[in-house]
């Protein structure tokens, strides 16, 4: 171990640009891309896209994709994106372990699409879907992807024979917006844009990072976010470079801590001029501006400063543009005074930055950033005493549950009265707007109380209390929320249907029943769910204002859980 990792107590380099899919950070982006990519694969064929700017993560998020998959698909994985057609089709043959016949009277092209076409037909005879991933698919000739194309026409009578996933930057989608490749892009079952980070995940994503590789206490000052942001724009690869050697600046100099002074002077060193903030075009006009106030404060200081201060950057851009060429004035001895004024509107800028997007009852103080709670399906897991390290998808999310006899349902368009019947802490998604060419996004978040004039809110920039108002108006009306069903609960019981006998259940319900109420008669069944089973189920429904049918259904079992077990999470006591 090298002596910079044990001046930080780290087992490994936190910060590598290698694609790990280790340190992957599950961002609400790289969950929403998680999703895609699973839909695509779940559909019968045909192309899926991935695209993202340069190190947003897209390798790192395909290799997760690829580590976790299931075993019943067979995937081939292409780096070189700068073979021909036939390069390409060998790779792929190569990657599926397809031997190719030496028939010398048919093409080479040839001969790898018929032994395709057959190992297709063998493997999906076999229960076996087969995946082709192409990185960097912005390189392809428009011959590798009209072949490409060709291959998804793959197909026995009823289901297409492959997925391909096309990873790359944005200009492919221009790609295949082309005329001539109109065929293809009409083939596209899902496709995906992943965003940088913002600036709330920031925090998360660097802590993320670092116990990954070890830490166990914070070594990046909180001050650092926002300058880390201004100047990578919350690209991770950036990030990662900057933090990198922000750490090995503070080793040099013996301190256990990063501050903002070593992020910046890290930054300086290795980012070009161009790249220190990412995604804000009007950078180059506001520092025109600061020179142009510096110069004109040596002659009126005080009102000139002030507007500066209290303008915003692009208000101060548009006043550069409308200054007359012929005004410009000297600027001997006004270079001393920039770095002042510019700090100072810098400042001013990411805090307006920070905020402007957030509606003020969602805004979070200081102390509740801090917390910084991550991901919302380890989060909601956590409640129930349920242990997970990685859960990207709502069928991850699931599969964990199912492990500690827990049962994952989501329901949509649903009510606050609907949330206060089920009373459970779940998932919901907010409506932010995150600015930019984002736009209006929806964001996750722990749903862990709803009062009558509050609920509490946990999410990766920590617990936040708003106003039940505020959390209508933000909410979509979508939640994920998990439940402990009784051992051997498949579906609904009713004395009416065919098939009545459950013993595990209905021994279960005797049980809770007595519990609840001591009167309660114990009727021997047999462990069938008779006619009078039915009536005492009805009772209980009548005396808890829910729908009195007599059948034992989810939320009859979530109100005899909620009255009988004192360990379940609850989103408020007084439901």
Not at 5 to 27: C, K, M, T, W
Not at 90 to 119: H, Y
Not at 392 to 411: G, M, N, Q, T
Not at 510 to 531: C, F, M, P, R, W
Request: negative net charge; aromatic residues 6%.
């Amino acid at each position: 171990m090298s002596i910079y990792l044990q001046h930080f107590a780290l087992a490994r380099e936190p910060f590598s640009i290698v694609p790990d899919p280790g340190f992957l950070y599950p961002s609400v982006y790289h969950r929403q891309a998680v999703a895609h990519l699973k839909y695509g694969l779940d559909r019968e064929g045909g192309f899926i896209l991935l695209t993202g700017e340069v190190g947003t993560g897209k390798t790192t998020l395909t290799r997760t994709m690829i580590k976790r998959i299931p075993p019943h698909v067979r995937v081939a994985y292409i780096l070189n994106s700068k073979l021909n057609a036939s390069d390409v089709l060998a790779s792929i043959c190569d990657e599926l372990d397809i031997k190719l016949p030496s028939d010398q009277e048919l093409s080479f092209t040839k001969q790898c699409i018929d032994a395709l076409n057959k190992d297709l037909l063998a493997a999906h005879a076999e229960g076996k879907k087969t995946l082709i991933v192409l990185e960097e698919a912005q390189n392809l000739t428009p011959e590798v992807l009209e072949t490409l194309r060709l291959l998804s026409n793959l197909e026995t009578s009823t289901h297409k024979l492959l997925h391909i996933l096309l990873v790359g930057q944005p200009e492919l989608l221009d790609i295949l917006a082309q005329t001539e490749l109109r065929q293809l892009n009409q083939r596209v079952v899902s496709r995906f844009h992943l965003s940088p980070l913002d600036k709330n995940d920031l925090s998360n994503y660097i802590n993320h990072r670092l116990h990954r590789a070890g830490a166990k206490r914070p070594i990046f000052d909180p001050a650092c976010i926002p300058v880390l942001f201004r100047l990578t724009g919350g690209v991770p690869r950036l990030i990662n470079l900057v933090c990198h050697q922000s750490l090995v600046a503070a080793y040099s100099i013996g301190s256990a801590t990063v501050s903002a002074k070593l992020v910046k002077q890290a930054a300086k060193e290795i980012l070009s001029d161009e790249k220190k903030s990412p995604g804000k075009p009007w950078l180059l006009g506001m520092i025109a501006a600061l020179v142009l106030i510096a110069v004109v404060t040596l002659i009126n200081p005080p009102a000139l400063l002030t507007q500066a201060l209290h303008s915003s950057p692009l208000a101060v851009s548009a006043q550069v543009e409308q200054t007359n060429e012929t005004d410009t004035l000297s600027m001997t001895g006004s270079i001393a005074a920039v770095p002042v004024v510019k700090e100072a509107v810098e400042e001013a800028s990411v805090q307006a930055e920070q905020t402007k997007h957030i509606p003020a009852e969602l805004m979070l103080t200081e102390k509740q950033m801090s917390v910084g709670i991550g991901n919302p399906f380890i989060n909601l897991l956590a409640r129930w005493g349920a242990e997970a390290s990685e859960v990207y998808s709502e069928e991850e999310f699931a599969a964990v549950a199912s492990e500690y006899s827990l049962r994952a349902e989501k329901i949509t368009l649903a009510d606050l009265k609907v949330l206060e019947q089920i009373n459970r802490p779940g998932i919901v998604w907010l409506r932010n707007t995150g600015g930019g060419h984002q736009g209006t996004y929806l964001q996750s978040a722990v749903l862990a109380r709803l009062d009558s004039d509050s609920a509490e809110l946990l999410s990766r920039e920590g617990t936040a209390q708003i106003s039940r108002d505020a959390f209508q108006q933000a909410w979509n009306g979508s939640f994920l929320y998990l439940w402990r069903p009784p051992e051997g609960f498949s579906e609904p019981l009713s004395a009416s249907a065919a098939i009545t006998s459950n013993p595990e259940v209905v021994d279960w319900l005797q049980a809770q029943l007595a519990v609840i109420d001591n009167n309660s008669e114990v009727i021997i069944s047999g462990g069938h769910y008779t006619e009078a089973i039915a009536l005492q189920v009805l009772r209980f429904q009548r005396q808890q204002k829910l729908v009195a049918d007599g059948i034992l259904g989810r939320e009859t079992l979530l109100r005899l859980n909620q009255l009988s077990e004192s360990d379940i999470p609850r989103l408020s006591e007084d439901f």
